[in-house]
């Protein structure tokens, strides 16, 4: 079996720091890699893959899902869960944009009570 690349410890560092300042976000460890959940819901899940590279999944609105299916081959719909999708991180990777989709997959993992106090870009502030 071929061995899974390794996640370097910034990116784990630098997701955490995105996903641990929402409510009741907790890092965990996860099957490979690591991921962060709120309560039972799996909101990313960051691993290297057999390839050499290290991808972040996370959950996308239907409409973002067919787009994450033909934006590139960066992007990608996992082939688990109809509203899993993910990104290669790379030097290439948006950390901006990818903040944006990491929070927006808190949103809709979160219990509604949670995702309300969470500020989103072209969202009314949280009150």
């Keep these: 079996m071929t061995e899974r690349a390794p996640v370097p410890v910034d990116v784990v560092h630098r997701i955490a720091a995105i996903l641990e300042r929402l409510p009741e976000c907790r890092e965990h460890d996860a099957w490979t890699g690591v991921a962060w959940k709120t309560r039972d819901a799996t909101v990313a899940h960051v691993f290297g ?37 993910g990104v290669v991180l790379d030097q290439h990777t948006d950390w901006d944009e990818l903040t944006e989709l990491l929070t927006d997959s808190y949103c809709i993992q979160a219990p509604d009570h949670l995702a309300a106090q969470v500020d989103r870009p072209g969202m009314p502030d949280a009150g």
């Excluded at 290290?54 to 509203?83: C, L």
């Design 49 to 85: 893959g057999e390839d050499g590279l290290v991808r972040v999944t996370f959950r996308a609105e239907p409409d973002e899902v067919h787009a994450f299916q033909h934006i590139g081959p960066q992007y990608f719909k996992a082939d688990w869960g109809s509203n899993v999708v």
